[in-house]
């Protein structure tokens, strides 16, 4: 139990377009999901932490207007990353904690999603 | 300072070696602690949560020292599956948010 999975696992788009990126959890139902970034050779980093049906909590330095999140039910939040730039380029993974199928405390992260903005 | 701190390494081991990583965390409201392990590209996978008391899951031993802020991983008889990367992760009391450390590589060799 406890599944979470994430769409798509690799994208590569051109600089200036939005890439939405789905994260859902399989066997449960999540009232909390995490988003984090890894940069290479790096730590994970929040980046943001959205509970369903309202708005995400970004962490400082992540912009809200250039990482929007939806998290319109127990099983789907969504990432878009607006006019990707390179920099953008990363690996995304979600997390999902709920209280159905889990512990409440326990996150299940989703498998990634790699993304390169050319 | 870095909120959770590890040695980089890498530790590079020779199967059936045991293998010590340490961390250290700076804030002293945090509640849970865990250890996970990372792949290369791929997502982070829950290796064991760590108790006040220690606690051990087979060849693997964690400790923690609440006192000085510290966090152990012990391997025992290394094997060449478990090269990887090491987090160390600590829970805040509040909003439930992990924060990670960058990770101690192993590399384990016959």
């Known amino acids: 139990g406890a599944v979470v999975s994430q769409h798509p696992s690799r994208v590569i788009c051109k600089s200036g377009t939005s890439v939405k990126i789905e994260c859902r959890s399989l066997?449960?139902?999540?009232?909390?999901m995490f988003w984090y970034r890894q940069f290479p050779k790096q730590s994970l980093m929040l980046m943001a932490t959205?509970?369903?049906?309202?708005?995400?909590?970004?962490e400082q330095g992540v912009e809200k207007d250039k990482f929007l999140i939806n998290h319109a039910s127990l099983t789907l939040s969504t990432l878009t990353v607006t006019s990707a730039h390179p920099e953008d380029s990363s690996f995304y993974i979600c997390?999902?904690?709920?209280?159905?199928?889990?512990?409440?405390?326990?996150?299940?992260f989703g498998p990634g999603t790699r993304l390169t903005v050319l | 300072r870095k909120e959770v701190e590890q040695d980089p390494g890498p530790f590079n081991v020779p199967e059936g070696a045991t293998v010590a990583f340490n961390c250290t965390y700076s804030?002293?409201?945090?509640?849970?602690f865990f250890w996970y392990r990372q792949d290369c590209r791929k997502e982070p996978k829950l290796l064991m949560s760590?108790?006040?008391s220690g606690n051990e899951d087979g060849r693997f031993t964690a400790q923690l020292n609440r006192a000085s802020q510290y966090i152990s991983l012990l391997i025992r008889d290394s094997k060449l599956s478990d090269s990887a990367t090491y987090l160390c992760?600590?829970?805040?009391?509040?909003?439930?948010?992990?924060?990670f450390g960058a990770g101690t590589i192993l590399r384990v060799k016959s």
């Open positions: 804030n002293s409201a945090s509640q849970s």
């Open positions: 997390s999902a904690s709920g209280t159905s199928g889990g512990d409440t405390d326990t996150q299940y």
């Open positions: 760590v108790y006040s």
């Open positions: 992760v600590v829970n805040d009391r509040y909003g439930n948010k992990l924060v």
């Open positions: 066997d449960f139902q999540a009232t909390t």
């Open positions: 959205s509970n369903e049906g309202s708005k995400a909590t970004y």
